[in-house]
């Protein structure tokens, strides 16, 4: 408040998370923001660390009831609330279920707590009615004076957001980033990290905006100041103008509102206007995804990539650690179908702390198959973890880069290995699943017809097979531009396996970017593929353009497709064909959203030198 | 023998929210034995605020309350009476 006579800055970053919010700032400190550490506890010592719980649930008691005995008259409303809370503080499903989880999976009170909380809260955020979906909060708001109390003093930070804040880090690593206390922030703003960096991950998943890479905010915003993120051009206003938050405010509700009118039937099957069904399913890379696939009525999980955890520790996970997170995602969404893609690690990743360990050309290199079949120890361990966690729903495993058919022989003796010692261990799991190849690599096109003897499903992963195929790294300013998801050649590939998989009675799948653009899908239907998978925030799009479209025409215009000669051909001819529907169905209300935005960005900036 | 459930009817405005359930759970938890809400089949421990909550009782819902010995009986009466009077939130 006493920067009112402060001149309004603007900062431009990367947009990694769309969406407007307007809050005060909260600057994170070096040591990140309510990170609540697991560990594993002796049998010895689960008495010790549930009496730990119980005494901080009995502190949080007291503590409730000198604030509720201190509380003045006219508040007398608001210790219904209170009251309400401090008998949650016992409830069975939070207090009953902490105290077991300690006992059977051994771990501390914190992780114990954090675990049962977010069950609970995830069950009451699928709720209809509007007033119990709240009701998270208050979960929240007495699972936090628990937490506050097992951890001690230390936390006194997670106090102070007790409003709605606006995140403001220099980076957030990963762990901070998932672990955040999301009920109360509004927004993140980073000095660090960029459009694929996990954070950002995290934020889209979660709806919220995101402005990264901004450089020196941290230095420019200080504790408490009132800003705005706009996620989606990529700006954070700092002491906005009376005019400038009226202006922000009406577009924030009118983004609200298009978000709203978008993801409203995207629950419902995405059935073309002739009645013929295609499965739109979501990519994953962090287990907490999984939720905002449901949340965008995702029909399942196409691609589940499991290289975070390797990625994020300088030791290879455990498999009860892999186990644990697969069966997360598996049992959540269950009985829809997950994918599980095998380990695609390049040699330089899994090696980043031996120096003397590079690729000159790690694209080309020792990656995913090639690198589990070289460490089968690291491979099998992966399997035996995804085959326990197909016991709790729907797996599928993704083999990524086959290139040859010795490769998918190899792979499939190691899973009839793992299966018979899990079986000999009498352990539980299921052998019972239906086993994929990534088709990325050129080779595995034009050997499709030996491969599919071998697999249940082919999933296409367009990124890698459009990379390979033309030759293009798309990191490389100078061809960049040459990389086409329509070139002929592409098309070609696909409809090449479309025609083997149809033959050979086993799916195709669609998993890389070119899935996830509504453009695309008129070809994609036309050639019969089976199901798509994309990052979750597009299902909703994808779903509504499916429902504009009928099978028996994307077929005959496939006939006009093959006779164009280049990419932009064909995608002129798409835009003819089906501009009128995919202007309508997507692109209008997307871009008319987005110039507005970014007129009025200009106008602020110049207005501002 | 005497009767182990009562049916009743929500009749407060909002419905058992968590303000009625927290005093649902507190007469509750003083049974010897566990007492049950019932609703279109499913069933939720009476001890519980958000089991009770996952009910989703709106105003009007109808529901059985059910205890499980007859020592719990004026726990019953009591619950009974809570709903009846609209867990005095009626004007």
Partial sequence: MTDTGSREIILTGINVSPGICIGKAYLVDIEGVDVVKKYFISEDDVQDEIKRFKSAVNKAKQQMLTIITNAPEELRDHTYILETHKTLLKDKMLYGRTIETIK?????????????????????????????????????????RIMRNLVGAESEKIADIDKRVILVANDLSPAEASQINLERIKGFVTDRGGKTSHTSIIARTLEIPAVMGLGNATNIIKNDNLIIIDGTVGTVIIHPTEETLLEYGVRSAKYEELKAAITRDSYLQAETADGFQLKVMGNIELPEEVVSVIDYGGDGIGLYRTEFQYLSSPILPKEYELFDKYKDVVEVIAPKPVTIRTLDINGDKAFSNNPDYMEANPALGLRAIRYCLKNPDVFRTQLRAILRAAAFGNVRILIPMISSYEEVLETKRILDEVADALDKEGTLFNRNVELGIMIEVPSAVIIADILAGE??????????????SLAIDRGN?????????????????IKQLADVARNKGIKLFMCGEMASDPINLPILLGLGIDELSMNPQSIPAVKSMIRALKVEDA??????????????????????????????????????????????????????? | MTELSRDVIVINELGLHARSAAKIAEIARKANYNVWIIKD??????????????????????????IDDQSDLDILNNTVKQFETGFGELS
């Fill in chain 1, 477 to 493: 300013r100078n061809v960049a531009h040459l990389y086409h998801s329509l070139h002929p050649a592409i098309i070609r590939m």
């Fill in chain 1, 455 to 468: 697999v249940d499903f082919f999933s296409l992963g367009t990124n890698d097979l459009i990379q390979y």
């Fill in chain 1, 555 to 609: 077929r005959a215009f496939m006939k006009d497709v093959f006779k164009q000669n280049t990419a932009s051909g064909v995608e002129e001819l798409i835009r003819e064909t089906y501009g009128s529907i995919l202007f309508e169905k997507v692109y209008a209300r997307r871009k008319a959203f987005g110039d507005r935005a970014q007129k009025n960005y200009y106008r602020k900036q110049k207005g501002q030198t």
């Fill in chain 2, 41 to 66: 089949k499913k069933k939720a421990d009476a001890s519980s605020i958000l089991d009770i909550l996952t009910l989703e009782c709106a105003k009007g819902s109808k529901i059985t309350l059910k």
């Fill in chain 1, 104 to 144: 059977n999976e051994k771990v501390n009170a914190e992780w114990a707590l954090k675990k049962v909380v977010s069950d609970v809260k995830s069950m009451f955020k699928n709720m209809s009615d509007s007033y119990l979906k709240e009701r998270a909060t208050d979960i929240v708001y007495v699972s936090d």
